[in-house]
T-cell receptor, first 114, second 116 residues
Framework: AQSVAQPEDQVNVAEGNPLTVKCTYS??????LFWYVQYPNRGLQFLLK??????LVKGSYGFEAEFNKSQTSFHLKKPSALVSDSALYFC????????????FGKGTMLLVSP | GAGVSQSPSNKVTEKGKDVELRCDPI?????LYWYRQRLGQGLEFLIY????????KSGLPSDRFSAERTGESVSTLTIQRTQQEDSAVYLC??????????????FGDGTRLSIL
């Protein structure tokens, strides 16, 4: 069975500082990995994905994530946080071969203070 | 707009009533998904449509839940004899290709269902 762990319920960071939101995963084969962001009373918005190739993936709004196969991690990063980045962030995984549904983590609330 | 549209945005109903939730996917998206999001939880997969067929219904929590899709477009999720534990946000998503592809899912804003 596949699973995703987001070990932090909440991450606090000051505006202008770098941010990291952690994600580890478990799948039996090669993973397809995704990050989504959810603003209050809105659906999830796609940020970036890792399918294959370069381990560093760049996405929307200046976010990037690094795929680390040995540590089975896919942490979300941004060099300089904005107050407007405050939202709920979800990591998701599915197995890259064969049929499987997308499994989401429980989410991490990011709070960026001015 | 060209995004996924869900209606109603909010629904309050009494325990025991039936409810119907609607999803209009992005035009041309053949794959459609329903999820349930409970407060403080991740997304719980309910059902996946490819065209008008549902190859995976494994996430539907009970036989009170059903869904259909017509015209490879609109989908409705029906909950019969609602219970208080059905209170949640129901999210719909659509994507190109099928569930074997690497295309991201695009989400609607959800229907917030409250059972009194």
């Amino acid at each position: 069975a596949q699973s995703v762990a987001q070990p932090e319920d909440q991450v606090n960071v000051a505006e202008g500082n770098p941010l990291t939101v952690k994600c580890t995963y478990s799948v039996s084969g090669n993973p397809y990995l995704f990050w989504y962001v959810q603003y209050p009373n809105r659906g999830l918005q796609f940020l970036l994905k890792y399918i294959t190739g370069d381990n560093l993936v760049k996405g929307s709004y200046g976010f990037e994530a690094e795929f680390n196969k040995s540590q089975t991690s896919f942490h979300l990063k941004k060099p300089s946080a904005l107050v407007s980045d405050s939202a709920l962030y979800f990591c998701a995984v599915r197995e890259g071969s064969g049929y499987s549904t997308l499994t989401f983590g429980k989410g991490t609330m990011l709070l960026v203070s001015p | 707009g060209a995004g996924v549209s869900q209606s109603p945005s909010n629904k309050v109903t009494e325990k025991g009533k039936d409810v119907e939730l609607r999803c209009d996917p992005i035009s041309g998206h053949t794959a459609l998904y329903w999820y349930r999001q409970r407060l403080g939880q991740g997304l719980e997969f309910l059902i996946y449509f490819q065209g008008n067929s549902a190859p995976d219904k494994s996430g539907l929590p009970s036989d009170r839940f059903s869904a259909e899709r017509t015209g490879e477009s609109v989908s409705t999720l029906t909950i019969q004899r609602t219970q208080q534990e059905d209170s949640a946000v129901y999210l719909c998503a659509s994507s190109f290709g099928d569930n074997y592809s690497n295309q991201p899912q695009h989400f609607g804003d959800g229907t917030r269902l409250s059972i009194l």
